[in-house]
């Protein structure tokens, strides 16, 4: 055959390691990402609190006094998408990867890269969706920076934020605290955020009706804690979906995780999406909703508070924490089965946020 062959829309390259150059891949979330962390950047940096591996640093300020802090880069493309924009998703991203370590999200700052030619109207835009986020959450942007390149260099806009939260007295929660018997509560349906992008940029080849998840959870989390003090881990499953994510907390906390398919929720224009793509739910990222490792004793208390709140209403259970396979995820399919789940290699979707 003498014509090549041509593959459109979203691509996975294989995880080869030894490429000598950044690609794609590396920010997914999954295995290249890790690798990169792990291989370059953690190595100069080496210290116990970056060590740990969690959505947030956890340092003394005093000795009565313990801050969550995170920063989180935005790229997002396009700035406006169903259900969200870039402005909301970065101070969301920020204040959730605070919350995530149990503590109350207090401030954020933001720097914005700025390309030739963006429309001010559109910028204005983006601030006041980013204004209106922080009053939801109850956060302050304290502090901030511009920078502007030359036209074709930035795609229009991208954001950095950072946050900073207070963590309260007795909290340990962290992706090392899994303990086997625990029960793994997802706070609602996953992968709307990355279907709802992938629709925006006219890559489905048809209507999805999804609207992205974007969403502060610190006020769920929150209410979750002043439940239970058997709440183990929280993790916000963005980019990677639920499975990267839950084997990052597998492999932290030396155990294994059972998920059951049939619990877990993914809304049909999602599922239908994903089928026609070949895509597994499982792997598409999502920015409004967390994962939870909670004491068995405590599960349905949890669960019941959880579904009493806005971004909590369609949680449920969707599996239990093991001994053995240490490190591993597995799934029991409808079908019976058991399959492992891994981490996502390569990437699916460029540029979710």
Not at 5 to 34: A, E, N, T, W, Y
Not at 41 to 62: K, S
Not at 334 to 350: C, K, N, S, W
């Amino acid at each position: 055959m003498s014509e090549s062959i041509l593959f459109d829309g979203p691509v996975c390259p294989v995880p080869i390691r030894d490429r000598g150059q950044v690609i794609m891949g590396h920010g997914s979330g999954g295995k290249l990402s890790h690798d990169l962390i792990t291989g370059l950047f953690l190595p100069p940096f080496d210290n116990p609190v970056l060590r740990a591996g969690n959505d947030a640093g956890v340092v003394d300020a005093t000795p009565n006094t313990r801050l969550a802090i995170s920063t989180d880069s935005h790229v997002v493309w396009p700035l406006f998408f169903p259900g969200g924009d870039i402005g909301r998703l970065a101070v969301c991203g920020t204040v959730n990867d605070v919350a995530m370590m149990g503590a109350m999200p207090l401030y954020l700052t933001a720097g914005f890269i700025l390309e030739e030619g963006l429309e001010l109207g559109l910028l204005e835009q983006v601030v006041t969706s980013m204004r209106l986020a922080a009053a939801e959450a109850g956060v302050q942007i304290i502090a901030g920076d511009t920078k502007v390149v030359e036209r074709g260099k930035a795609d229009g806009l991208y954001i950095n934020t950072a946050g900073v939260g207070q963590l309260f007295a007795g909290l340990n929660i962290s992706g090392h605290q899994a303990k086997p018997g625990d029960t793994v509560i997802l706070s609602g349906p996953i992968g709307d955020h990355g279907i709802a992008v992938l629709a925006a940029r006219g890559e489905l080849g048809f209507e999805a009706d999804v609207l992205s998840d974007i969403a502060p959870l610190n006020h769920l989390v929150a209410t979750m804690l002043e439940t239970s003090n058997q709440i183990h881990v929280l993790r916000d499953p963005t980019r990677g979906g639920i499975a990267s994510t839950l084997n990052e907390i597998a492999r932290q906390s030396q155990v294994s995780i059972l998920l059951e398919e049939t619990t877990i929720p993914v809304r049909p224009a999602v599922q239908a999406a994903c089928e026609m793509l070949g895509f597994d739910p499982l792997y598409i990222a999502n920015e409004g909703k967390l994962l939870a490792i909670v004491g068995r004793d405590d599960a349905g208390k949890v669960l019941e508070a959880m579904r009493a709140t806005r971004y909590g209403e369609e949680a449920v259970i969707v599996g239990q924490v093991q001994d053995e396979p240490a490190g591993r995820v597995l799934l029991k399919t409808a079908i019976g089965t058991t399959r492992i789940v891994d981490m996502l290699a390569g990437e699916l979707l460029p540029r979710i946020c």
